[in-house]
């Protein structure tokens, strides 16, 4: 494969690659041609991830760590940042979510969503991010959500983070532009895995979103995976600071 979604030779790091999203983009940027390094929470992403990954000809290296403890996420950010090999690509998409509502939202629900959404996708970027800019390349994919432009429903800490990870991504883009370094955001609109499980099973907002997105269908992983290859190649190298909705048509409605 050659052309501008050529990853042959990148080293791409994802966070989240158990399930859902990152999984599919595992094997997405694997298919771009990229080695791949995916993590999980407690335990390194299955022989379905590694396996696919494998099946493209691309090694797969999996590790795990907590991304809502802040000494791990540190330990983490040093061992990406201290490998022989540069990580090319950093994907950020690991997150939780905890839906109670405002008034009485938990501060622990509050504090884990705002360490594993916000913090800990900073400290990887900022490690990671200090070794590519000093290399002159790099290209770094935070996951924003449609909560980076809307408020959701019962879902504050969510909606704030997903908010702030676009403020970041538009912060860390005009600062490591000029270095070559591109970071950018997808914004996934309503995709079908553990994440929207609760919403799946409510009949009334299930069909409440669907009646909203224009294309008449929730997403599916892979529809989000093509837009962080796109973001990871250098088809969007003179792309800097966007946050790319894959929604569906949802915020055009
Ligand atoms: P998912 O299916 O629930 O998967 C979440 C992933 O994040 C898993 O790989 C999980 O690892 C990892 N993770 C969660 N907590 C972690 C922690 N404390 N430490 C390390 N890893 C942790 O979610 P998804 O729908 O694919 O979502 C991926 C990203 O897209 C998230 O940032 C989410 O906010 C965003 N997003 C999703 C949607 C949607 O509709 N699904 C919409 C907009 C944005 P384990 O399996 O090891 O727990």
Do not use: C
């Not at 990580?87 to 939780?96: K, R, Y």
Request: charged share 20%; no cysteine.
């Amino acid at each position: 494969m050659s052309g501008p979604f050529d990853l042959t030779g990148r080293l791409a790091v994802v966070t989240g690659a158990t399930r859902g999203i990152g999984a599919a983009a595992a094997v997405a940027l694997a298919a771009a041609g990229a080695d791949v390094v995916g993590l999980g929470s407690s335990r390194p992403p299955g022989e379905d991830v590694a396996g696919a990954v494998r099946a493209h000809g691309r090694s797969f290296d999996g590790i795990a760590a907590d991304l809502g403890d802040r000494a791990a996420v540190r330990e983490l950010a040093d061992e990406l940042a201290g490998r022989d090999r540069p990580v090319d690509v950093l994907v950020n998409n690991a997150g939780t979510i905890r839906r109670e509502p405002a008034a009485t939202h938990p501060l622990a629900d509050w504090d884990e969503v705002l360490a594993v959404d916000l913090t800990s996708p900073f400290l990887l970027a900022q490690a990671v991010g200090r070794t590519m800019v000093a290399r002159g390349s790099g290209k770094v994919v935070f996951t924003a959500s449609l909560l980076s432009f809307q408020g959701g429903i019962t879902v504050p800490g969510y909606a704030a983070a997903k908010h702030a990870i676009a403020g970041l991504t538009k912060a860390l883009a005009n600062e490591w532009a000029a270095s070559g370094v591109n970071v950018n955001a997808v914004a996934p609109g309503y995709v079908a895995t553990d994440n929207t499980r609760a919403l799946r099973d409510d009949p009334e907002r299930s069909r409440a979103i669907l009646d909203r997105i224009p294309a008449g269908r929730w997403a599916t992983a892979q529809d989000v995976a093509g837009a962080v290859v796109y973001l990871a190649s250098p088809a969007a190298d003179y792309v800097h600071g966007v946050v790319l909705p894959v929604d569906g048509g949802w915020l055009a409605r």
